[in-house]
């Protein structure tokens, strides 16, 4: 950076003196992914660098949950910074020096510097102490389908940390490094599953006459089941079907007397989600009428919608802008889900985008890609917006 003494780039980011540590804790993380509710090594990692800075610390919260609380000043205001810990059961094809030495376990939504970015924000903000009141640093489990949020919320969580207010973020490479976003109300759709069972007796495939045919009827359900979205929802609202598994038969020839549906429902309005769950059960009730089918659907509402607070989006538009990122409204929100959506059930708070898509260098992957990494570049903006939102929401 010409004409630019040193003492003037520190100022500008004063956190560049933590990222070599948390470089070199983000590739190790990265290297030993653990699965849900397996977090072990990560959560006695989290544990130890949390107590290193003073922090009381408490483990095993929701299974393999780890949260450190920092107070200061005379202040009762609290609020909750969390990360996830998590990796996929998938197996990575990326090959850095420091590639997951777990086989088929890889950290392919870049939790991994969740949990780096995070530690780094309690370093900061432990070393500054520049704040009044109690930053609680939640480290959750099983994020990926496996609700830990919602286990760490069962176990007391915030009984045992009260907090006014939280916030996270997650890493997204839709967005460019630099930049981040949100959006007051739902940023992440809820997430559903189906399982739709459909029975006959089976038989012969040269004597149709003689049973009901599962695997016509399972067709038919599927064809009408897409016909929900374009019919049955609002076309200004947005709402996704996939069916993602079909199985049944084992032979040219025999009718099989079971066949298996499952698929997932993504919405953001829970009167959405509700007509949706209600046109799957009338459709298959009809199917099994008109088949001569006996069927069976359950219906599993695993995450709910994530839904931001107005207020708590706008510290968080704000805390961005002062971590020195481009900071701007998301558009609509995003189809994928996210168990943070329970702790905003329970607090006001906010989840945001940080921009992770390489402005130099390969392309960023998609999330849950064999190929992802997480891009160091951006861990030192992550650790200075959780800095600026702990700041701005003791403040307020
Ligand atoms: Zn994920
Ligand atoms: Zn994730």
């Given at each position: ?49 949390l ?6 610390v ?10 450190g ?10 609020v ?49 102490r ?35 207010r ?6 997204w490479p ?21 399982d ?47 069916v ?48 001569g ?21 706008a ?26 959506a ?8 906010a ?13 960023a ?6 190929h ?10 992550g ?14």
């Open positions: 950076m010409p004409g630019k003494s040193m003492s003037t780039m520190i100022d500008a980011d004063p956190i560049a003196d933590l990222l070599p540590d948390l470089i070199t804790l983000r590739r190790d993380l990265h290297a030993h992914p653990e699965l849900a509710y397996a977090e072990e090594r990560t959560a006695g990692i989290v544990g130890a660098s107590r290193l800075l003073g922090l009381e408490e483990e095993g919260i929701g299974g393999t949950g780890v949260v609380r920092l107070c200061l000043g005379s202040s009762t205001k609290t909750g910074l969390r990360a996830d810990m998590d990796a996929l059961p998938m197996v990575e094809l990326g090959r850095m020096p420091y590639q997951s030495r777990h086989p088929g376990v890889h950290h392919g939504c870049g939790h991994d510097g969740h949990v780096a970015m995070l530690i780094g924000a309690a370093r900061e903000l432990a070393r500054r520049d704040f009044d009141g109690t930053v609680n640093f939640i480290f959750q489990p099983a994020e990926e389908g496996k609700g830990g949020a919602r286990k760490m919320i069962e176990d007391g969580l915030f009984e045992r940390f009260p907090c006014d939280v916030f996270a973020l997650h890493n839709e967005l460019p490094e630099g930049s981040a976003q949100t959006r007051p109300g739902a940023i992440m759709a809820a997430a559903d599953r189906f739709i069972t459909i029975r006959s007796q089976g038989g012969h495939a040269a004597q149709p006459q003689r049973t009901s045919d599962a695997i016509l009827a399972a067709s038919q359900l599927i064809g009408q089941l897409h016909t929900i979205i374009s019919r049955r929802v609002d076309p200004v609202e947005s709402a996704v079907l996939s993602t598994r079909v199985s049944g038969g084992h032979s040219h020839n025999v009718l099989p007397a079971e066949v298996l549906i499952t698929g997932t429902v993504r919405t953001f309005d829970p009167a959405i989600q509700d007509a949706i769950e209600t046109a799957i059960r009338d459709m298959v009730q009809g199917i099994a009428i008109s088949f089918v006996s069927t069976e659907v359950q219906y599993d509402r695993y995450y709910p919608a994530t839904v931001n607070t107005p207020e708590e989006a510290i968080a538009l704000h805390a961005a802008e002062l971590a020195g990122l481009k900071a701007s409204e998301a558009p609509q929100g995003a189809f994928t889900s996210e168990d943070f329970f702790m905003l059930q329970k607090k006001p708070g989840y945001l985008w940080l921009g992770q898509g390489r402005t130099h260098g390969s392309a992957q998609p999330l849950h890609s064999p992802y990494d997480f891009n160091d570049d951006v861990l030192g903006r650790v200075s917006w959780l800095c600026a939102v702990a700041r701005l929401a003791l403040h307020r």
